[in-house]
Nanobody, 128 residues
Framework: QVQLVESGGGSVQPGGSLTLSCAASGCTGRCNWLGWFRQAPGKEREGVAADYIMGRGSTHYANSVQGRFTLSRDNNKSTLYLQMNALKPEDTAIYYC????????????????????WGQGTQVTVSS
C-alpha cells in the first residue's frame, strides 16, 4: 500500500525559504510520477512540481514557482523534497505530496486528476 507523509511546513516571512519533505512508502515498482500540489483557501488544488520516477525525464514546474522552487528526490530514502525560496504571500496553502500509480486517466503531470495517492498535507504560511 502506498503511503505518503509530508513534513516541513510552517510560517515564514516573505522572501524566506522552506523545505518540504514527503516520505513515500510502498511506491517501489508501483508509482511512476511523484509530485507536489497545493490548495489555498477557496481555491482549487493546483500542481506545483512533478517528476517522472521510472526513468530519465524532466521535472515539471508551475509557471508561478518556476525559478523559486526545486523538486528533488532521495531514492535511497524514498523521499521527495520541495525546496521553496523567495516565498510570497500567494504561496500560502496546504501543500500535498502525490503519487501516480496504475490508473487510466492522464491529464498531465501537474493536474491533480492524474494522481491517485495523496498525503495528508502540510500547511505553509507566508506572512509578515
Amino acid at each position: 500500500q502506498v503511503q505518503l507523509v509530508e513534513s516541513g511546513g510552517g510560517s515564514v516571512q516573505p522572501g524566506g525559504s522552506l523545505t518540504l519533505s514527503c516520505a513515500a512508502s510502498g511506491c517501489t515498482g508501483r508509482c511512476n510520477w511523484l509530485g507536489w500540489f497545493r490548495q489555498a483557501p477557496g481555491k482549487e488544488r493546483e500542481g506545483v512540481a512533478a517528476d517522472y520516477i521510472m526513468g530519465r525525464g524532466s521535472t515539471h514546474y508551475a509557471n508561478s514557482v518556476q525559478g523559486r522552487f526545486t523538486l528533488s528526490r532521495d531514492n535511497n530514502k524514498s523521499t521527495l523534497y520541495l525546496q521553496m525560496n523567495a516565498l510570497k504571500p500567494e504561496d500560502t496553502a496546504i501543500y500535498y505530496c502525490a503519487a501516480r500509480g496504475t490508473m487510466p486517466r492522464w491529464d498531465g503531470p501537474l493536474q491533480p486528476t492524474s494522481y491517485n495517492y495523496w498525503g495528508q498535507g502540510t500547511q505553509v504560511t507566508v506572512s509578515s
